[in-house]
Nanobody, 122 residues
Framework: QVQLVESGGGLVQAGGSLRLSCLASSRSISSMAWFRQAPGKDREFVAAIRLRDGTTRYPDSGKGRFTISRDNAKSTLYLRMDDLNSEDTGVYYC?????????????????WGQGTQVTVSS
């Protein structure tokens, strides 16, 4: 079983930045991702990364203001978020998968963190 613990969320003003972190308890995973969920909405794919080579995948709309990265030595995943706006408010979840294929669907991931709240004030 892999445990994922997110941190770094909080309250930020519009236009500000945040960096989320996700610590994984095991290295028996091949890819990781960030999803977010706003109140009353479905869970939304934000970004994914393959741990062995750093290959990334973003939504079809493009990378935008978010950047995913990882530090394998620290077993930590990051999400850098810039120029935040109120539509970015929600719970951000870290996810991990045993397979190397980068999925955009939530059901493509085997493990999930508890989530960290991001609130952007306008």
């Amino acid at each position: 079983q892999v445990q994922l613990v997110e941190s770094g969320g909080g309250l930020v003003q519009a236009g500000g930045s945040l960096r989320l972190s996700c610590l994984a308890s095991s290295r028996s995973i091949s890819s990781m991702a960030w999803f977010r969920q706003a109140p009353g909405k479905d869970r939304e794919f934000v970004a994914a990364i393959r741990l062995r080579d750093g290959t990334t995948r973003y939504p079809d709309s493009g990378k935008g203001r978010f950047t995913i990265s990882r530090d394998n030595a620290k077993s930590t995943l990051y999400l850098r978020m810039d120029d935040l706006n109120s539509e970015d408010t929600g719970v951000y979840y870290c996810a991990a998968a045993r397979e190397v294929v980068l999925r955009r669907e939530p059901n493509g991931y085997d493990y999930w963190g508890q989530g960290t709240q991001v609130t952007v004030s306008s």
